[in-house]
């Protein structure tokens, strides 16, 4: 290696103290854009609410949700049932409040098996390309000619009525979203430079792939994820109101709303707070995740 | 502008022999024997017999398959298990209330999604842009059942200014032509039937289009904003052109391209929320017919009619692609 002996060298310094100022990581920066937001922090805060619920459910609850109590049946709202009761007499309230747990079960294994289907078939599709693309694509086509909640009423039809299959329906339905955007993110970054150099020192594509190329297409993952969490709380609410869902016996909100149906007239507030509950959690998943994509975009960066 | 359009068919057909397959599974995907699911633990060995044969049940795979398309595509949906009559006819009977509602909740939701998304872009930050953009962020997070519910309760049961359910009032007479209410009474000039199958129209309509509204102001506004950034838009307004045609003419022309391909998107979404819609109004559409069947296990209804909105939303996204093309002569297909 070629010296240059006549230059005046510097110093040894503590190369701490000379560094420019570290900017802050990809993540740490979409952070604090996202907590700048205000509707992202709205967004948070809905969902926050949403977990804490659901972590101290039985201490929130006034009542047990599923004990009846047909003598108070319809009962409006009162300081001894907050949001009234419903056609058995059970507590509205209670209900709700331990409908949050159901809620995040079907955001979490709905999206999860979107995410985990969705993102392996867009990996494979958008890296290895040629015939394997082609079939991949295809069959995305093909999902995605039928709308999303009619698929899921058809995959109910084959599974059978329950809360477990408007899951794994809904979850089966969003796989199209995660593959195309997975699949778009691969085809840009695998043209990177450092997937050329990982290759060029003899890496391995299923290396290449789930150490390179799959953490640098997290951004729009985690957009998409939730997003999709809404969408999917949506769709199995849809699923339970229509009888594809949940049974009536457990406090999930689409169901509950189902149930109230036939009092509409009389007892209002039997479909009133269920809706709510849903509105509101959705709300919150949209607002994060519109946040979340702007907060992650670079292009937002000022 | 031809070879773009038959280039854009042709890759329809790989989709539809897909769809049609998936169709075709649905029966056969089902645990246990669909017979036997079909007409309950009750049915006798002959009875399901006759089912299995009717419905070709014991041919090979293959061979049941070549059948049902070739019955399709001479437009013979098979039988409904429950009311044995023909599926096509029972599907003709109710597509048109579907649809009639589902282009009804379209335009309401483009005139009232556009017009939103432009002055919410036009007056940035004002406090229509604030309101409609917080309202949109609501109707996409929307339970559509649960909205439904809702006016139903406000219009039907408190104020008692809206119908409750159905297209027509009982007392109302209306000579059917097309099956779509609001053009048979124009044609007939009926004009209480037209007031009567609007109000009808109303509630549904607001509901199913709640979703797609949101969704197009939100990119109205987005795309409009883009395109107020670009030079032209600042060319038009120098040399002193009116604004409503700098907003009109100039931009949203160039807006509207995004938002085309969101519409085309969203009619799926109308066409799958028709089901939970008709539900709430008892709406005798085809969505409430594929729900009844699923619950009522009539499979070969439910086969026909999700292959039947299938072909609509793969034909709608056909004809999106090609307005687009249309509208942005520059887009090339490869």
């Known amino acids: 290696m070629e010296t240059q002996p006549n230059l005046p060298t510097e110093p040894p310094v503590n190369s701490q103290k000379t560094a420019h100022p570290k900017s802050p990581s990809l993540w740490l920066d979409a952070l604090q854009r996202l907590v700048k937001s205000k509707t992202s922090f709205i967004g948070l805060c809905l969902i926050l609410l949403l977990i804490l619920t659901a972590i101290f459910a039985p201490l929130i609850a006034t009542h047990e949700p599923t004990s009846q109590d047909i003598i108070n049946r319809y009962q409006a709202p009162s300081s001894e049932h907050w949001l009234g009761t419903d056609e058995l007499g059970r507590d509205i309230f209670s209900r709700i409040v331990y ?3 159901i809620s995040i079960q079907i955001g979490v294994i709905a999206v999860g098996i979107s995410a985990i289907v969705g993102i392996f078939l867009g990996c494979v599709a958008g890296y290895f390309g040629r015939w394997l693309d082609l079939i991949i694509m295809r069959f995305i086509d093909i999902l995605m000619a039928f709308p999303s909640i009619l698929l899921a009423i058809a995959l109910v039809t084959v599974m059978g009525p329950s809360l477990r299959n408007a899951m794994i329906a809904v979850g089966l339905v969003g796989i199209p979203q995660f593959a195309r955007i997975v699949r778009s993110t691969v085809l840009s970054v695998k043209e990177t430079e450092y997937i050329e150099a990982a290759r060029s020192i003899g890496a391995k594509n299923g290396k290449i792939l789930f150490s390179h190329v799959l953490p640098n297409c997290m951004a729009p993952i985690i957009v998409q994820a939730t997003l999709s969490i809404g969408t999917a709380i949506l769709d199995a609410a849809g699923l339970s109101f229509l009888g594809l869902g949940a049974e009536p016996s457990i406090p999930e909100w689409g169901a509950m709303l189902s149930d109230g149906r036939a009092a509409l007239q009389t007892s209002p507030w039997v479909v009133t707070f269920p809706g709510l509950a849903i509105l509101l959690v959705v709300l919150g998943f949209n607002l994060l995740g519109d946040g979340l994509r702007d907060a992650l975009d670079p292009k937002m960066k000022q | 502008m031809f070879s773009y359009i038959i280039k854009r068919i042709l890759m329809l057909i790989p989709v539809l022999i897909g769809v049609s397959i998936l169709t075709f599974s649905l029966i056969h995907l089902i645990p246990g024997d669909p017979a036997k699911s079909m007409l309950g633990e009750k049915a006798n060995e002959a009875q399901l017999e006759a089912l299995r044969a009717e419905m070709g049940l014991n041919d090979p795979l293959y061979s049941q398959y070549g059948t049902y398309v070739a019955k399709i595509l001479q437009g013979d949906l098979g039988e409904s298990v429950q009311s044995k009559e023909s599926i096509a006819t029972e599907v003709a009977d109710r597509l048109p209330a579907t649809i009639e509602l589902a282009l009804f909740a379209m335009v309401l939701a483009i005139i009232v999604g556009v017009l939103a998304g432009v002055i919410a872009a036009v007056k940035q930050y004002s406090w229509f842009d604030n309101i409609s953009m917080t309202g949109a962020l609501f109707g996409v997070s929307m339970p559509i059942f649960w909205l439904g519910l809702m006016m139903i309760w406000l219009f039907s049961v408190q104020l008692n200014i809206l119908p409750a359910s159905g ?59 883009e395109v107020m950034k670009q030079d032209y838009i600042r060319t038009a307004n120098a040399k002193g052109l009116a604004s409503y045609l700098v907003i009109f003419q100039h931009a949203l022309k ?37 729900l009844n069947a699923v619950l009522g296990r009539d499979y070969p209804v439910v086969q026909s009619t999700i292959l039947i909105i299938a072909a609509i939303f793969v034909i709608v996204n056909l004809v999106t692609d090609l307005l687009y093309k249309f509208f942005d002569p520059r887009i090339k297909y490869d």
């Open chain 1, 99 to 101: 409908g949050t747990r």
């Open chain 2, 167 to 225: 297209r027509l009032s009982n007392d109302i007479q209306l000579g059917l032509i097309t099956n779509f209410y609001l053009i048979d009474s124009i044609l007939t000039l009926n004009w209480p039937a037209f007031k009567d199958a609007f109000l009808h129209l109303l509630m549904p309509g607001i509901a199913l289009g709640t979703i797609p509204m949101a969704i197009i102001a939100r990119m109205t506004r987005s795309s409009m904003l």
């Open chain 2, 254 to 290: 160039n807006a509207f391209l995004p938002v085309l391909t969101v519409i085309g998107l969203q009619f799926g979404l109308l066409l799958g929320g028709a089901v939970l819609t008709e539900t709430i109004f008892s709406w005798p559409g085809i969505g409430r017919y594929v």
